[in-house]
């Protein structure tokens, strides 16, 4: 470990004896996840400040209506789906979309939503359904696609789109419960995710801290980054005063991308969205605007969304809300494995289970985590 983030560790533990008390922080962000685990950032935390996994995961916050929608347009012989790769293997109600193209479904895996454009236009006779998933780093690929198929007058692209916004989610995740009782995982502040933060830029937080008095801090996914992130949680922490700070700055602005800000605007609107573990939050999901409902899968096909199906036992949700870890679930590590999948937090590579399965019982030292 660098001298400098020696300094940075140093200071987290005598900013931990000054605060007290445990303190609480939540990464909202997959891929901060994976690198926490990854380089050992708990290993060298101070015993009160806990990092808990928030609903980062993409593939994971999808509600299971979707991936069975999903399942249904894979099985009608005239389409081809497509879809990314950590998609594929999430249970369904009747399988996943691998069991139901190993039964002959012609489920495509791709890596950017460009590529179904190419499939529709090299496949003109069959229907080519795009499976939208992701928070706003991958919708503006969503919206450009569409409309660079709508300009080369391509009929045979359709969309299912279940694209998430990251801030309602968090402002949830605060909100007192509408039973009235006690809000579930109290929080002392939120490490912001990098990538997200790129398009909807680092003031899109601000609400956070002014409605609900929660310090955000928007860091990278080097150990650098984050423990200098956690620092300066911690810092508020020991303040009193919650603020809205971000260390990544030479990639995040205030403003974020404002081509990528009016590709959304302009293709999506904001719509209430179904969350695995969160339930119904307005204003948190995109669905396509008016003008381009014509490449709507659900319409273009006929099909509604049903109902919810969880697998009986399997936490993924409270897992995703921060209420659990893995390890508290009786399915983890037995039932469900990444070889043997029960919910998508151990299918995802980004999910929480696939990273406590992964790294946690070969936490890497601290002496691994380079600057």
Same mark, same amino acid.
């Given at each position: 470990m660098s001298a400098a983030l020696s300094e940075v560790v140093d200071e987290l533990r005598l900013l931990a004896d000054r605060v007290g008390r445990q303190v609480q922080f939540m990464e909202v962000c997959g891929t901060h996840t994976v690198a926490v685990f990854r380089h050992g950032i708990r290993t060298l935390l101070p015993a009160s400040v806990r990092l808990?996994?928030?609903?980062?995961? +993409?593939?994971?916050?999808?509600?299971? #209506?979707?991936?069975?929608?999903?399942?249904?347009?894979? $099985? #009608?012989p005239e389409v081809i789906l497509a879809t990314y790769g950590d998609m594929l293997r999430v249970p369904g109600r009747d399988g996943s979309l691998q069991t139901l193209r190993a039964a002959g479904a012609d489920v495509r895996v791709i890596t950017s939503a460009r590529l179904a454009l190419e499939l529709a236009r090299r496949n003109p006779r069959r229907e080519v359904v795009f499976f939208a998933v992701g928070f706003e780093t991958t919708a503006p690929a969503t919206a450009a696609t569409l409309l660079e198929a709508q300009r080369l007058g391509v009929p045979n692209l359709s969309m299912l789109v279940a694209h998430k916004l990251i801030v309602p989610a968090m402002l949830q995740l605060l909100a007192p419960p509408a039973d009235g009782s006690a809000a579930g995982v109290p929080l002392d502040g939120f490490l912001c995710p990098g990538h997200v933060s790129v398009i909807i830029g680092s003031q899109a937080y601000r609400p956070?801290?002014?409605?609900?008095? &929660?310090?955000?801090?928007?860091?990278? /996914?080097?150990?650098?980054?984050?423990? %200098?992130g956690l620092l300066h949680l911690l810092r508020q922490v020991a303040r009193g %005063?919650?603020?809205?700070?971000?260390?990544?700055?030479?990639?995040?602005?205030p403003a974020g991308n404002p081509t990528a800000r009016a590709l959304l605007a302009r293709v999506f609107v904001e719509a209430d969205a179904d969350w695995r573990g969160l339930g119904t939050i307005p204003a948190s999901g995109l669905e396509l605007a008016p003008h381009y409902r014509a490449f709507d899968a659900l319409e273009r096909f006929g099909l509604k969304l049903g109902e919810d199906h969880e697998e009986p036992g399997c936490r993924c949700g409270q897992v995703l &809300?921060? $209420?659990?870890?893995? +390890?508290?679930? &009786?399915? /983890?590590? #037995? %039932?469900?494995? +990444?070889?043997? +999948?029960?919910?998508?937090?151990?299918?995802?590579?980004?999910?929480?289970?696939?990273?406590?399965?992964?790294?946690a019982t070969q936490q890497p030292t601290a002496v691994e985590c380079a600057p």
């Open positions: 808990i996994s928030g609903p980062g995961c +993409p593939v994971c916050v999808t509600a299971q #209506r979707y991936i069975d929608a999903a399942g249904r347009l894979a $099985s #009608r956070i801290v002014e409605r609900h008095a &929660t310090g955000c801090v928007v860091a990278g /996914f080097e150990p650098g980054q984050i423990l %200098r %005063r919650p603020a809205l700070e971000n260390v990544y700055s030479q990639v995040v602005r &809300t921060g $209420s659990i870890t893995p +390890p508290d679930c &009786t399915l /983890f590590g #037995r %039932r469900c494995t +990444p070889a043997t +999948p029960i919910g998508p937090c151990m299918v995802s590579s980004e999910g929480t289970c696939a990273a406590y399965y992964r790294y």
